[in-house]
C-alpha cells in the first residue's frame, strides 16, 4: 500500500480525490489538511464519504508518505511543493502554479511572480496520454486544467498528424463544479441557471496552456482562440473545436488519425457522439471529429473532477508510483 | 400618472417592480434608490431594462411621491418606514418586517426587536384576494411571503368553508431566486443543481406568517408545519399541502368552495394541475384540490418574484392608488 | 381593432402567437385551428390562458381576416398558404417553406419539392431590422427561424460594414422548447439534462437560411459552418459567431458599427455581455462583439419562442397591418 | 466467477445493471437480451460501455446461468420467469410484477391478471436491510420500487420502534430518470424542465407496495398518503414522510431508533441532511428524521437507478450467490 497525503482536502478537487482514492486497491489516504476543519472527521463534513475516509482533518502531513496532492488555490501550491520535494516525496500539484514553464507567462496569466523557478522548470504536464514517460520519471507533476484536458485531447492528434492549421477555435461549454466551492456572483444559481453564460472570452488562463502544451507536442505554434461558456450542469465539459484542413482529409482518415492516438488508451475513445452523460462520474474522456469542407469540427467531453482534475491526478499519481495506471479509476461513466 | 419610488432598486425584488412597473399605463417609476449603484443608470447594471428604466440610481427619493416601495431586507425595512408614512406617502414594505403584528412574535421569529409598534399594528396583510377592502383604506401594507402566498391561496378556501381540521402540512417547494441576490453556499449551482435541498424545517419564517394569516380569515387556530425546499430552478413555487377533512366532502364540493372563493379573481384560477409553467412570469396563481379518504392535498403555483413579491405588491399598489387592480399585471404565464 | 387567425393553435409557436396576441392593444384573435383539439376552449388545454384566450379551437378559419399566421410544420405549410393569399388575407409562415427563395435550395435541404414556386419568389423574410420596407410591402412573411435570428443580428453589421471576410463559424445553443412539444429521444429529459448535446453539425437547416440572408444584406457570399447545440434549459438561444478581421479594427470601431446598426432598434441591443435571462420572455435580442487579434467573437441572444418565433412575427404583422412596430411586444425581457 | 444474464438490455436499469457489473470483482456478465439491438454491440449503442461490456446483444439467454436479471417492463417479466425457475436459475426481477403478493392487489393496481400466482407468492422483496435472510433462502426475488426504496428506508424504523401512528403522508420527488427512457409528454424537456409536476397523486403502484412492506414489517396497517413530483433532475429521488408520534420521542430517541436499525448497514446511513448529490452514483442512501411537536419529519435519499434499482439488485444477487453482499457497489456517492 502506498501512502500518500492531500493538502487541501476541503475543497471540490480534495474531496473527488479521497472519493477516488478510498476504494483504491494499492493507495492508502494517510492524511488530509484543512485549515478550517481541522479536528474534524471528513465524513462529517462530507457525509457522502461516511464509512469510506473517517479519518480527522489535521493542520499538517505526516513525513514519509509516499506521494502528496496538493490541492490549494493557484498561488499558494507553490509554497508547499519545494519542502515537499525537498524531503524526498513526490507531489501532484492540481493548481496552476506548474503548468506554464515559463515565469514569464506565469505573471502575464497569474498577476503575481512565481517564486519556485526552478521546480517549474522541471515539471511535468501530467496528461498521460501525450507525456507518459515523462510522468513516469518526475517527482512533480502539474496536473492539468479541466479546460485543456478536453481541448487538448480533442486536438492534439489532428496537429501531431500535421493535416490542420496552427490556429485553433475553441468553443468551450463547463458545468459549474470547475469553479471551485467558494460562492460567487456568476455561479449563483439565480444568475447561472436557465442560461449560458461566456465569460473571459480570449482571456482564460487555459488558453497559454492550451497553446503551450500543444506547441509542444506538434512542434508548431499553435494560436488558440479561447472561449468558455458557463453551462447550466453541475458537472462536465464539451469543448467544441474547430480548425482548418491544410491537406485533402476524409472522415476516414480522420477515424485512422485518432485510432492511432488512442486506440491503445484505456481512458481516451474516439466515438461518433462524444457527450458528457458519457464520461460523467469517470475517468474517461470521449473524442470525435467531422470534416466539413476545409474546416474539421471536433469535440472533447470529459467530467471536469474526474479526467480534468482529480481521476487524471490519481491516473498520474499510479503512472508516478508503479501501479498499474488503471488502478482505482477502472470503472464507466454514467450512461444516464 | 401616479409617482412611486423604490428604495433598494438593486436586488431582485426591486428590479422585478422595475420590470413590471415601466411597462404600467398608470404608474411612473420617478426613482430608485440604491447605495452601491448611485448616479449609474439602472438600464446599465441591468441591461434587461434599456430603453425601459434609463434613470440613474440615486441615494435618496424625492418627497411628493405618491407610494413607496421599500425593498430591504428584514430589519432595515422599518428604519425607512415612519418616516415615509410621516410625510404622507403610502408605504408597501417588500420586507417581512410588517407581517406579524406582534412584536413579541417579531422578536421570536426575526432575533431582534421590531422598533416600529405603532406602524406594525396599522399594516395591512397584502393579499388582495383576502384583505382588499382594508388594503384600500391602509397607508401602509406588508407585502406576503412568496411561500406565504402559494400556501394560503391554495388552503384558505377549505378553512372558510369550515371542511378541514386546523392541523396543515406543508411541502413547499421554491426556485431559487427567492433566496435573493446575494451568494451563499446553499445557492451556489455546484451545490443545489441536480437536488432539492429541504431546510429550515418547521423553523421557517413564513411558517408563523402562514398560521396567523389562515388564522385571521378562518378564525381557527391553525397548527402549520412548514417544511421548504429548494429547487433547481430559478423562478416558482410549488405548495403542496396536506390537510384532514372533518366532513365528509366530495371533489364536487371541494370545485364549488374553489370556486365560489376565486371564480371573480383576475389572478386566481382553480385548475386540474396547477404548474408552475402555466403562471411563470405573470401575476397568476394556480390552485388545485382533490381528496383522497379523510385528506385532501392542494397545490398552490406562482412565481415567486411576480405574485409572490414584486407583481403583487403592485397588485396592492393598485388597489391603494385606486387604480384598475389588474392595472399592468394583465399578462398571462409563460406556458412553455 | 384587426383580426387575425392562426392556424396550428395548439404547438409551442401556436400557443405563444396566442399569449403575445391575447393582450395586443390592436389585434384580436378571431379563430385558432386544431385537428386534435377542435371544439375545445383554448384555455381548457392550454391553462396558463385563462380568461385571456376562451375562445374554442376550430377546424378552419372564417373568412375575412386581416391576416393569418400559419403555425403548421413544414411541408404543410405550403399548402395552406396560396388559399390564404388568394383570398386576400395577409400571410406570415411559422415554418421554414418561404425561407430559402430558391425550389431547388429548399429540397434539397427538406428533402421534398416545393409546390408553390411562385409565393416562394415573394416571400419576404421577417427580419423588421434588415428587412423592413419589405415587410411593409409583402402579403407573404416567411418568419425567420430561431437559430437564424440570433446569428444574422449577430453577424450582420460586420458585414455589413465589410470588415470582416466572409467565413464565419457559429457554434449556437439552444433550449429545448427550440425543438416543439412532440417527444423525442433527444429532448427526452434524462437525455438533454445535465449535458449539451451537439446536433446535425454542419447540416442544419438554418444554414443556408442564414448564408441566404447575410448574402442578401451583404452582397458577399457567406460561407457558414453552423454547430448547434441542445442546452438543458427551456427558453433562449446564444449565438457564438466567430468571424476573421480583413482590416485594422478596434472595439470602438466594434461598437460605432454596431451602434449605427441598431441604434434605433426598439429590439436589439449592443451590449457588453450578451444574456439569455436579460431577453427571455421578451422579443429582445441582445448583440455583443469583441475583437482578439485577427478575430472578432460576436454573441446574439434571444427567447427562441419571443423573437426566435412569435414574437418576431407579430412585430412582422405590426408593420404589415400599419399598426405601431412594438404593439404588444413592448416588455423588457425577465432579468432574473 | 458466477455467470449471470440480463433480459432487456437497452433500457435504463439494464444498462445501469451492466455498468455496475462489469467491473464487479465476483460476476460475469454472460448475455444481456434486447429484441432491437441483437447483434450489435453493447458498447456500440451505449458508448459509455466501451472497453467494459463489449459483448453483443442476443435474443435469447444460454442455459446455465447461475442468476437471471428480467429487466422488461410490468406485465412482460411475469412471462419470463417461470422458465427460469423452472430451469433452476435464480431470478431477480426488476418490474412491479413480484411485488404485490396478491393478484387481486396486483390486477387492481397493474390493470391485468397476474399469470404466475404461485411464484408471485415465493417471491421475496429485495430489500436487504429488512429481509436479507429471506432473500438469501429464496430464488426470487422481486426488487423494490424506487420511491418505495427511499419511503421504506426512511419510515421502516419508526414503525419497527412503535413510536408513530399508521397514518403516514409522503411528499417524494423524483429524477426524470425514473420513468425510463421512453419518451412521453411528461417528461419531454420542455415540459418538466424549470418545474415540479405532481403526477399520479393518491393512485401511484408504489403506494401499495409501501403499505404492503411497512406492514409486513411492522405488523401494523399502514395508511400510506402518496404524493409523487418529478424533478427537473435527471437521477435522485428525495422523500420526505410526514408521520404523528403516538408517544413522547425526542430527537435523541429518533438517532438511537435509526442507529439501531441501520448502524451496522454497509449502504444506509443516518446523517442531519440527507441529500440526493451525496449519494448520487452509488447503492447509497442516506436517511434523517426530526421531531416537530407530535410530528416527525422523515427524509430519504436515493439514487433511483442504482439503490432505487440496478444497485439494489446487485447488492441482491451477492447475497443470493452467497458473495459478499458490498461486492462491485463498494463505491461512495458522488458529493458534487
Same mark, same amino acid.
Request: neutral net charge.
Given at each position: 500500500?502506498?501512502? %500518500?497525503?492531500?493538502?487541501?482536502?476541503?475543497?471540490?478537487?480534495?474531496?473527488?480525490?479521497?472519493?477516488?482514492?478510498?476504494?483504491?486497491?494499492?493507495?492508502?489516504?494517510?492524511?488530509?489538511?484543512?485549515?478550517?476543519?481541522?479536528?474534524?472527521?471528513?465524513?462529517?463534513?462530507?457525509?457522502? *464519504?461516511?464509512?469510506?475516509?473517517?479519518?480527522?482533518?489535521?493542520? &499538517?502531513?505526516?513525513?514519509?508518505?509516499?506521494?502528496? $496532492?496538493?490541492?490549494?488555490?493557484?498561488?499558494?501550491?507553490?509554497?508547499?511543493?519545494?519542502?515537499?520535494?525537498?524531503? +524526498?516525496?513526490?507531489?501532484?500539484?492540481?493548481?496552476?502554479?506548474?503548468?506554464?514553464?515559463?515565469?514569464?507567462?506565469?505573471?502575464?496569466?497569474?498577476?503575481?511572480?512565481?517564486?519556485?523557478?526552478?521546480? @517549474?522548470?522541471?515539471?511535468?504536464?501530467?496528461?498521460?496520454?501525450? $507525456?507518459?514517460?515523462? %510522468?513516469?520519471?518526475?517527482?512533480?507533476?502539474?496536473?492539468? +486544467? /479541466?479546460?485543456? !484536458?478536453?481541448?487538448? *485531447?480533442?486536438?492534439?492528434?489532428?496537429?501531431?498528424?500535421?493535416?490542420?492549421?496552427?490556429?485553433?477555435?475553441?468553443?468551450?461549454? &463547463?458545468?459549474?463544479?470547475?469553479?471551485?466551492?467558494?460562492?460567487?456572483?456568476? %455561479?449563483?444559481?439565480?444568475? /447561472?441557471?436557465?442560461?449560458?453564460?461566456?465569460?473571459?472570452?480570449?482571456?482564460?488562463?487555459?488558453?497559454?496552456?492550451?497553446?503551450?502544451?500543444?506547441?509542444?507536442?506538434?512542434?508548431?505554434?499553435?494560436?488558440?482562440?479561447?472561449?468558455?461558456?458557463?453551462?447550466?450542469?453541475?458537472?462536465?465539459?464539451?469543448?467544441? =473545436?474547430? @480548425?482548418?484542413?491544410?491537406?485533402?482529409? !476524409?472522415?476516414?482518415?480522420?477515424?485512422? %488519425?485518432?485510432?492511432?492516438?488512442?486506440?491503445?488508451?484505456?481512458?481516451?475513445?474516439?466515438?461518433?457522439?462524444?457527450?458528457?452523460?458519457?464520461?460523467? /462520474?469517470?475517468?474517461?474522456?470521449?473524442?470525435?471529429?467531422?470534416?466539413?469542407?476545409?474546416?474539421?469540427?471536433? $469535440?472533447?467531453?470529459?467530467?471536469?473532477?474526474?479526467?480534468?482534475? &482529480?481521476?487524471?491526478?490519481?491516473? =498520474?499519481?499510479?503512472?508516478? @508510483?508503479?501501479?498499474?495506471?488503471?488502478?482505482? @479509476?477502472?470503472?464507466?461513466?454514467?450512461?444516464?
Amino acid at each position: 500500500m502506498k501512502k %500518500i497525503g492531500i493538502i487541501g482536502g476541503t475543497g471540490y478537487t480534495g474531496g473527488e480525490l479521497a472519493r477516488i482514492l478510498c476504494v483504491h486497491p494499492d493507495i492508502e489516504i494517510t492524511a488530509m489538511t484543512s485549515r478550517q476543519s481541522a479536528g474534524k472527521k471528513v465524513s462529517d463534513t462530507q457525509t457522502y *464519504l461516511k464509512g469510506y475516509v473517517d479519518i480527522e482533518y489535521t493542520n &499538517s502531513l505526516p513525513n514519509e508518505l509516499d506521494l502528496v $496532492f496538493v490541492a490549494t488555490p493557484h498561488g499558494v501550491a507553490m509554497n508547499e511543493v519545494p519542502a515537499l520535494l525537498g524531503s +524526498g516525496t513526490k507531489v501532484i500539484d492540481m493548481s496552476g502554479d506548474y503548468r506554464l514553464h515559463d515565469t514569464s507567462a506565469y505573471k502575464k496569466w497569474y498577476g503575481h511572480d512565481h517564486t519556485d523557478a526552478k521546480n @517549474l522548470k522541471d515539471s511535468v504536464y501530467g496528461l498521460p496520454e501525450l $507525456f507518459r514517460s515523462e %510522468i513516469k520519471k518526475t517527482n512533480i507533476v502539474a496536473n492539468p +486544467g /479541466c479546460y485543456a !484536458t478536453a481541448t487538448i *485531447l480533442a486536438t492534439a492528434p489532428l496537429l501531431i498528424a500535421d493535416v490542420v492549421k496552427e490556429e485553433i477555435t475553441v468553443d468551450a461549454k &463547463s458545468g459549474t463544479s470547475g469553479a471551485g466551492m467558494v460562492p460567487s456572483p456568476r %455561479i449563483h444559481h439565480p444568475f /447561472c441557471g436557465e442560461s449560458i453564460i461566456p465569460y473571459s472570452v480570449g482571456s482564460h488562463r487555459h488558453q497559454p496552456e492550451i497553446e503551450y502544451v500543444l506547441n509542444t507536442v506538434s512542434k508548431k505554434c499553435s494560436d488558440v482562440l479561447f472561449v468558455p461558456h458557463l453551462l447550466p450542469i453541475v458537472r462536465g465539459i464539451l469543448s467544441t =473545436c474547430y @480548425l482548418t484542413l491544410k491537406k485533402d482529409v !476524409t472522415n476516414e482518415d480522420i477515424t485512422k %488519425i485518432y485510432n492511432k492516438q488512442y486506440g491503445k488508451e484505456p481512458f481516451v475513445h474516439f466515438v461518433d457522439e462524444p457527450s458528457i452523460r458519457s464520461v460523467v /462520474c469517470s475517468n474517461h474522456c470521449q473524442v470525435g471529429a467531422s470534416v466539413f469542407n476545409k474546416k474539421v469540427v471536433a $469535440f472533447g467531453a470529459i467530467d471536469n473532477l474526474v479526467k480534468g482534475a &482529480s481521476g487524471q491526478a490519481v491516473q =498520474c499519481a499510479n503512472i508516478m @508510483l508503479g501501479l498499474k495506471e488503471t488502478a482505482g @479509476l477502472n470503472v464507466p461513466g454514467m450512461g444516464v
